[in-house]
């Protein structure tokens, strides 16, 4: 009665049976699925699990003897997970891999992008890995391709030991957890790939953090001792070390001396300093005669010098020597040693490097006040030697400060990735001691500039009203914190100027900060303009604590600030002595009226000047930039200058590869360097502008040698003088019509 048909078509026992196993393999199908789903969610970070989990229900749901996963690498197939396959069939392999053609299944569903199978691999004439077979026994094969952005990255096979196709539903399974287990490998890539980005951003903050202590220590201190044994320290700590040492080399003897020590015993620094380590029997010496570092990554199987055998005798077992130039000239050398044998990385030994100058220049700037101490019996020779200190160090500094203070903006605008509070509050740091620094290494160099009679003056006309307001605007936020008002009075008749609009926002910033700094909490600072004739006159009138008589005159001399305040007063005692001098080049003069206990009125005019108007500039297509510069801060903060802006930037280390890079690409704009390897930025300069081809390509100067005269006689559309900040960058290449206005964050130049 049970097998027998009901009428009107009821469904049999057999359809019935066949619908229950249908059922039910559905149902184990979801179950999978459902299975591979939830592992993928509970164990994103560990792959094992997920790939385990999808390689067993593959081989289940298919009724297949064997499955496994491989992951495609340099054109190979190299196996990750399997079940079903014996320790000889995995050995065989491992060590057999499968290319990515014709002659396997998995070759096949790579190089088609489809699911896949051989129903008899014996009786398949394109079968070629006969060897596999034989060792393995399986003759029904099924595969998937892993596909990530239709990009193959590896592949899901099944198979049967005996001949016995699978059917569609088989297929559909693979094709499924192929799927899923490509989403399971590409999400453990984009985990790895963020926790290598963080673990980057953190190793570059602990480079800049070094680098702004380093800094500090050169221009705050001239203990020499103490800013090598700064520098020891960080070049230890980032290059993964155990010790470190830094030398001097006394030139006339040929040897050189220990100066610095980090983690190093007392009685190994007493021998070390008692070795005559010797420029041509030492490889500290050697280090510095071929100006590259050298490395001994095992003492115990070196030869060994005086220098080295201390080293050993001491339980060092590796040590990398890093040579300290200044203009081909050896200052000394820097070494870093470790208590096991190992190689050194490049990367490493690139960082050591940068201590290296570092190093090199904290000795120069000794050496430099060892001499002024010799000669300050005599007060003018003793000035003369002061200033070419002080003008030798600004633009030595210009180099790293412009690493410090362009890798601390990137950072901290989140251009490679997000950083915590404490990484934000760390960086804020750096970039305002990086700021103050920049402060004080301008205006040494502006007063030397004056003082040669080499500063240029830019006239542009402009509204005075809006350049006194946006001065203000910065002060008072500082003032409101001491209960003082800063307010702006300019006369009807003021209008529009011509005079150099950055020069003379300098002067007004400074009396006005000056006004701020030595008024009382509850007092007031007010600036006024008005016009008589043909001059313009501005005051800056405090009620502040005055002046008195006698340092009326004194104020105005270099590194003075007068009997107005504590001798712990912030400032570097150059501005007013500035001011004077570019208000004098303005064709203007400036006074001094003041009470003391009532208050100060610094004054200055400015004589008219006739206005020339000049063309705007030509604006050229976005396209590429080529970065011509050897040093790597600066390139990587250039690069990273650019990398919104849509430029295709191609970068050169040296002078001559620039060129073949120039005429090789034909950029929209050249970023020049001049202090470069074999041809000087000069050369490559007048190269462009004499060559038919690069002629009209626009070419701006980026360099510590601040020469604008000289760049713009040879044809520079622009120059800039480092450090150098992302939004002088990029208006530079809107005002050469590189980028148009209307990229994002940059401003077009003044019309």
Known sequence: MADRAPAGGAVTAVEHERLRRDFTALTDQFAAANEVLSAIGRSAGDPDRVLTTIVESARRLCRSQAAHLYLLENGFYRLIKAVGLSEESIRFITEHPM???????????????????????????????????????????????MLVDDEVVGALTVWRNVVSPFDDREQAIVT???????????????????????????????????????????????????????????????????????????????????????????????????????????????????????????????????????????????????????????????????????????????????????????LLNAQLYRELEERSAELEVASRHKSEFLASMSHELRTPLNAVLGFSEVLLEQMFGEVNERQEEYLRDI????????????????????????????????????????????????????????????????????????RLKQVVLNLMTNAVKFTRDGGSVVVRASRTGSEIEITVTDTGIGVPLGDRERIFESFQQGGRGPSQEEGTGLGLTLSRRIVELLGGKMWLESEVGVGSTFGFSLRSREVVDRPGPTRRPVGAVVVIEDD?????????????????????????????????????????????????????????????????????????????????????????????????????????????SAEPGIEGPPS
């Open 431 to 502: 970039h305002g001691s990086g700021k103050h620094l920049l402060e004080l290494l301008n205006e040494i160099l502006d007063l030397s500039k004056v003082e040669a009679g080499r500063m240029e003056l830019a006239y542009s006309t402009f509204e005075l009203h809006a350049l006194l307001d946006n001065t203000a605007s910065m002060l008072r936020e500082r003032a409101a914190l001491h209960g003082i008002d800063v307010s702006v009075e300019v006369g009807p008749d003021v209008g529009t100027v011509y005079a150099d609009e950055l």
């Open 632 to 740: 790597r801060p600066s390139l990587d903060l250039m690069t990273a200058y650019l990398a919104g802006a849509d430029l295709q930037v191609t970068t050169a280390g040296d002078g001559q590869t620039g060129l073949d890079a120039v005429r090789r690409v034909r950029p929209a704009a050249v970023l020049l360097d001049i202090r470069l390897p074999g041809i000087d930025g000069w050369a490559v300069l007048q190269a462009l502008k004499t060559e038919p081809e690069t002629r009209r390509i626009p070419v701006i100067v980026v360099s510590i040698v601040d020469e604008q005269a000289r760049g713009a006689a040879l044809g520079a559309a622009a120059y800039l003088v480092k450090p150098v900040s992302r939004d002088a960058l990029l208006n530079a290449l809107v005002a050469t019509g590189v980028l148009g």
């Open 99 to 145: 290319p990515i053609d014709r002659q396997t299944l998995i070759g096949r569903v790579g190089l088609d992008h489809t699911t896949q199978q051989i129903a008899d691999v014996l009786a398949d004439p394109d079968f070629g890995r006969q060897d596999l077979q034989r060792v393995t026994g399986f003759r029904t094969t099924m595969g998937a391709p």
């Open 176 to 362: 499924a957890f192929a799927g899923q287990a490509a989403m399971a490998v590409n999400g453990v890539k984009l985990v790895r790939q963020l926790e290598a980005r963080g673990a980057e951003l953190a190793r570059k903050v602990g480079q800049l953090e070094a680098l702004r202590e380093v800094g500090e220590a050169v221009n705050s201190s001239l203990d020499v001792a103490n800013v090598l044994s700064t520098i020891a320290k960080h070049a230890v700590r980032l290059s993964s070390t155990d010790g470190g040492s830094i030398m001097e080399y006394a030139d006339d003897e040929c040897c050189f001396l220990v100066r610095g020590v980090y983690r190093t015993e007392p009685s190994v620094v007493e021998r070390l300093r008692a070795t005559r380590i010797h420029l041509d029997e030492t490889l500290v010496g050697r280090a510095a005669k071929l100006g590259r570092p050298l490395v001994l990554a095992d003492l115990g199987a070196a030869d060994l010098d005086p220098h080295l055998q201390v080293l050993y005798d001491a339980g060092w077992r590796s040590v990398a020597a890093v040579p300290m130039l200044r203009e081909g000239q050896i200052v000394g050398a820097l070494v870093v040693r470790r208590k096991q044998p190992g190689e050194f990385s490049e990367e490493s030994l690139a960082l050591l490097e940068m201590f290296a100058d570092q190093s090199a220049l904290a």
